[in-house]
């Protein structure tokens, strides 16, 4: 009976730990995705926003590693560090999923197609899409306005969701790699 409350002990503070860390890296990738989006008016905060979202990625290892350090006593398995690394990103996928539903369904209005449309509407842009795409930028914008007409904001997020577990997925395995310690 000790052990079975030694055990859910610890993985209520397992979870605890992931959630909070979790809700850390959500708001950076939340801040990260509104810079993105403000990128379509100042280049700058496209360049913060990808600093923040790949400092995101350190800052989850630093976390893990502070974890293990300070609550396990300095030790952690590959198989928890992974399975904690997954936690966090999940935590933080939901938040940033929650954070691009409420931007694309009471914020942007069409925003984001719209400043879209007109980079696809520039001779500069228009010539990389040739070239890069053989595509005739007109039908690049009909595709985009057709498909942008149909999709709703919870599909975006969710698209975004699954997206961001994935790679969440992906990330954990080095991550968890990284920070075992025996």
């Known amino acids: 009976m000790d052990i079975n409350k030694s055990s859910n002990d610890e993985y209520r503070q397992f ?13 950076m990738w939340v ?3 509104f810079c993105f989006i403000g990128n379509l008016q100042m280049p700058m905060l496209g360049l913060a926003g990808m600093a923040i979202g790949i400092y995101s990625i350190i ?18 398995s590959f198989g928890k560090a992974t399975l904690y690394s997954i936690m966090t990103y999940f935590y933080a996928t939901i938040l940033m ?13 069409g925003y984001m197609v719209n400043q879209t449309i007109a980079m696809l509407s520039m001779p500069e842009t228009a010539k ?4 890069v795409y053989g595509m005739d930028p007109k039908q690049m914008i009909a595709i985009l306005q057709a498909t942008m007409g149909t999709i709703r904001p919870i599909e ?6 699954t997206l961001n577990v ?3 997925i992906i990330i954990s395995v080095p991550v968890g790699a990284l920070m075992r310690k025996q």
């Open 128 to 131: 990389v899409v040739m070239e």
């Open 156 to 161: 975006i997020a969710f698209q975004f969701l």
């Open 31 to 33: 801040v990260s995705f």
């Open 166 to 168: 994935i790679l969440g």
């Open 59 to 76: 800052m989850a290892a630093m976390r893990l590693r502070k974890f293990r350090d300070r609550i396990l006593g300095g030790r952690i």
């Open 15 to 27: 979870t605890a730990f992931a959630r909070i860390d979790g809700a850390i890296i959500g708001v």
């Open 97 to 109: 999923a929650v954070g691009q539903y409420v931007y694309f369904q009471f914020i942007d209005q």
